[in-house]
């Protein structure tokens, strides 16, 4: 996916959810949130550098494959096991420290 396209979508998801809903949106600035699991979702909050990093990039294209550009929860998801999730997220912060 063009990381180019999906800042678009995400801001434009952004603009909508800022606008029809009255609950602050707790999100550090240069983070963005995900939902991931199989049947119950947990949201995390990532780095927006990561949306560079191969491994992130492959979730993305698993997701769009999976759910397009909308889902039930109205906010990107990952078809996966938070545990897989969070291997792939350690993989990446351990890259991006050394």
């Known amino acids: 996916m063009d990381l180019h396209k999906f800042s678009r979508i995400m801001y434009k998801h952004a603009i909508g959810r800022h606008i029809s809903s009255s609950v602050v949106i707790d999100v550090p600035k240069g983070h963005f949130c995900v939902y991931v699991g199989e ?3 947990k949201r995390f909050t990532v780095p927006l ?3 560079k990093h191969p491994l992130f990039q492959t979730l993305l294209n698993l997701a769009e494959e999976e759910f397009g550009y909308t889902h039930p929860t109205g906010g990107l998801t990952f078809p996966c096991k938070e545990e897989t999730f ?5 993989n990446i912060r351990l ?3 050394c």
């Not at 969070?86 to 350690?90: P, R, Y």
Request: hydrophobic residues 50%.
């Open 39 to 41: 049947h119950r979702m």
């Open 49 to 51: 550098s990561y949306l």
């Open 95 to 97: 890259e991006v420290v």
């Open 86 to 90: 969070m291997e792939i997220i350690d």
